[in-house]
């Protein structure tokens, strides 16, 4: 990957689309629905935008939408490239590169993932509070190009806490409105904080591998998201990362784990989903407009 070819691919959005986007998303496996909620939309193909890899897996559609959210810019990656399918793990995140050369200031990474601890159910939301790489591989390796970040970025804070906060707040007003309504008897906190292991896929994990994950901290398992997140904090851009519980990991039920499982789990959250996107997105922009004008 070269600056020059990020470069082209932004240069080319940019003329799809002329407003400044400080707000991107990536979305996960049967997450793609929240691209449906765009205001002004404009839909980008991936073959379309030069250096762009073509998404080949069910439930990730393939292409930008570049729209607002109730008047912000944002720009959604409505599927991604996986290590798995074979790219190059610089393609993997040349997307988020792109984002950064836009402008991006802030990335919501979004997955699909199984649950080592039976406390967290199938359908509920978890916030990244950090993650373990056990990818084998870093999207930083190789030469470094000081145009988008230091040799040796920290990753003590991959996962911003203030926009956790954020994600927090809301989702607890979501889930009080909720009971006011009358669509829930009681409290149910929906969003919980939980650690992310990332591997490479593409089979599913061995009962005995979920109980060493379990061992090193992991709250849930999945195959993306940290590729992005390490590319994104390596370009300065502050990442919220939020991941959909779609099923129980291997040997947490004797029940096989299969894609179809994932992608119903994932439309069936959709609407508290998108829910919590959309304020999360207000309340982001609102605290800049706020910072900006202090």
């Known amino acids: 990957m070269t600056y020059k070819k990020v470069k082209e691919a932004a240069d080319f959005i940019k003329s799809q689309y002329k407003k400044d986007i400080k707000i991107a998303l990536v979305l996960g496996s049967g997450l793609g629905g929240f691209a449906d909620e765009f205001e002004n939309a404009v839909v980008i193909p991936y073959e379309d935008i030069p250096h762009f890899k073509r998404s080949t897996v069910e439930g990730h559609a393939g292409q930008l939408v570049i729209g607002e959210v109730e008047g912000i810019p944002v720009a959604i990656q409505q599927g991604r490239f996986h290590y798995y399918e074979g790219y190059k793990i610089a393609q993997v995140v040349f997307p988020m590169r792109v984002f950064g050369m836009l402008g991006v200031e802030t990335a919501i990474i979004t997955n699909a993932a199984g649950s080592v601890l039976t406390s967290f159910k199938q359908g509920s939301l978890m916030l990244i509070r950090d993650h373990i790489n056990m990818m084998g591989t870093s999207p930083l390796r190789g030469e470094n190009d000081e145009r988008f970040g ?145």
Do not use: W
């Open 150 to 294: 230091a040799r040796f970025p920290d990753m003590t804070q991959v996962y911003d806490p203030e926009l956790q906060e954020i994600a927090t707040e809301e989702a607890e007003k979501i889930a009080r409105e909720r009971v006011e309504k009358g669509l829930d008897k009681k409290y149910l906190q929906f969003l919980r904080r939980g650690v992310y292991c990332a591997l490479s896929g593409p089979n599913y994990e061995t009962p005995a591998e979920i109980r060493m994950y379990r061992m090193l901290g992991a709250t849930a398992v999945g195959m993306s998201t940290v590729p992005e997140a390490i590319a994104a904090r390596h370009q300065n851009i502050k990442v919220l990362g939020i991941s959909c519980i779609t099923n129980l990991a291997a040997g947490i039920t004797n029940q096989p784990i299969d894609h179809e499982e994932v992608m119903e789990t994932g439309q069936k959250v959709g609407a508290k989903f998108k829910e919590l996107l959309k304020r999360i997105i207000k309340r982001i922009a609102a605290e800049k407009t706020e910072t900006a004008n202090a």
